[in-house]
């Protein structure tokens, strides 16, 4: 059983899954109450299991299933954007990601040219 297969069961299908230990390990809360933290009706219920998270995986799925309603539901889930000046400048200054941030802000564009320039290695492009 895969995280997404309860997600299903949850918005679509209202199939009872946890039938046995084995199916109740394979419920990852923090994956379920993400997926439904897309939706604006299902982010209240998403909230109040992760308020809820000493409850057993079994009454977290059985209230996530019993309250929301059936929808389809599809979403993209939200990934990092990579950002190559704050690559340049943590590689130029030696800054983690969050200082090469702050740096980015102070640092106009004709010297992130002069950084990009300095850290060319040659070779063909």
């Not at 740096?103 to 492009?125: M, N, T, V, W």
């Amino acid at each position: 059983m895969k995280p997404f297969d309860f997600v299903n069961a949850i918005n679509t299908t209202k199939e009872k899954l946890i039938n046995s230990e084995e199916t109740e390990k394979a419920y990852n809360p923090h994956i379920v109450n993400r997926a439904l933290s897309y939706f604006p009706d299902t982010i209240f219920y998403a909230q109040e299991m992760n308020m809820s998270r000493h409850l057993d995986n079994k009454l977290q799925f059985d209230y996530l299933i019993n309250s929301i309603r059936k929808a389809k539901r599809f979403s993209k889930w939200a990934k990092k954007e990579e950002n190559s000046d704050v690559e340049v400048i943590c590689e130029y200054y030696g800054y983690s990601p969050d200082k090469a941030k702050a740096a980015l802000s102070i640092l106009s564009s004709d010297q992130l040219k002069i950084i990009r320039r300095r850290l060319e290695k040659g070779g063909s492009k």
